[in-house]
C-alpha cells in the first residue's frame, strides 16, 4: 500500500533526526481511521482531530497530527464547515497548539 510506504519513509526520515528537536508530522493522510499507517511512525502520539474532509460537510478523518510524546496541554480546533469553507479547499484547517515539556520533565 503506498499510504503505509510512506509512513515508513516518514518513520525512517524522523529516525534520522532522533535525539534532535522533537518532531511534529501533520496533514491530510488520506487515511480515514486506519490505524496501520499512524501505527508505523513510532515515536510520535497520535492527536485525535475532528472530522475536516469534504469541508462543507465534514464526516471523515483525514487530517492528522502526531506530536512527540513530550507534547502538553494538546488543544484541537477545527471550525465547523459550511459552503464558505468550500471554496478555499475541500478541507478545514486544523488549529493544535500544546507546549514540550523539556527533555526528563
Known amino acids: 500500500d503506498l499510504r503505509l510506504g ?6 525512517d526520515l524522523a529516525g534520522r533526526y532522533a535525539g534532535a528537536d522533537p518532531i511534529v508530522v501533520a496533514g491530510d493522510f488520506n ?36 506530536l512527540p510524546p513530550s507534547a502538553r496541554d494538546v488543544s484541537v480546533s477545527v ?5 464558505e469553507w468550500e471554496v478555499l479547499s475541500d478541507h478545514l484547517p486544523v488549529t493544535v497548539r500544546f507546549t514540550l515539556s523539556a527533555a526528563g520533565s
Not at 6 to 11: K, M, T, V
Not at 33 to 61: C, K, M, Q, Y
Not at 79 to 83: E, M
Open 6 to 11: 510512506e509512513s515508513h519513509a516518514i518513520a
Open 79 to 83: 471550525p465547523g464547515g459550511g459552503p
Open 31 to 66: 487515511d480515514d481511521l486506519e490505524s496501520e499507517v499512524r501505527a508505523a511512525l513510532p515515536g510520535i502520539e497520535h492527536i485525535a482531530v475532528p472530522p475536516t474532509n469534504p469541508s462543507e460537510a465534514p464526516d471523515r478523518f483525514l487530517d492528522h497530527v502526531m
